[in-house]
């Protein structure tokens, strides 16, 4: 949605997946644009210390925490960029869905995961491990430039044949052989 105005990050909320990270980086690009929001889909234990931060920096009407939800389908296509900022990760399904809901991708470049999905400069960025200033930089980089948002977006699909159903298959077999 070339409209939207939504980031949006989603998983349980634990201190490794980073979200006390979303209310930094928040503050430095969300003050300056006050038609966006940051949507985290999730519940977990980090919850009140998340809300604490937000409520600390002022940005309650901007960093949203709707809990579980039960529709994601409807937060995917209508958010404008999904962000990961997570410590570590396996395969991170939800990159996966944002993916193919062609939304542009931030992450960071961690161990696993992220660089198996993210094509760097082709449909998101992955980001040093942990630099919340660069993180934060190429997120207002999207959320103002709204061409380069589509041109992500087109280009979500880049990279996604390996993890087609026929790819998997495949692969299985030959370890099962």
């Not at 600390?56 to 960029?81: F, H, S, W």
């Not at 979500?156 to 299985?172: A, D, Q, R």
């Amino acid at each position: 949605d070339l409209h939207s105005r939504t980031i949006l990050s989603v998983g349980h909320l634990l201190r490794n997946k980073g979200y006390h990270r979303v209310v930094e980086m928040g503050r430095k690009i969300l003050p300056s644009r006050p038609d966006w929001k940051w949507v985290i889909c999730g519940e977990g234990p980090e919850r009140p210390a998340l809300e604490q931060a937000i409520r600390d920096t002022g940005l309650e009407q901007q960093i949203l925490l709707p809990g579980l939800v039960k529709n994601m389908d409807e937060y995917y296509r209508t958010a404008a960029i999904q962000v990961l900022t997570s410590d570590m990760e396996g395969l991170p399904m939800t990159l996966l869905e944002g993916k193919g809901h062609h939304l542009p991708l931030v992450a960071f470049d961690i161990m696993t995961g992220p660089s198996d999905i993210i094509d760097e400069g082709i449909n998101g960025y992955l980001i040093e491990p942990f630099d919340l200033d660069a993180m934060a930089e190429k997120i207002a980089a999207l959320m103002d430039n709204p061409t380069l948002r589509k041109n992500y977006s087109e280009n979500s699909k880049v990279g996604m044949e390996k993890f087609s159903k026929p790819t998997i298959l495949n692969g299985w077999n030959e370890v099962l052989k």
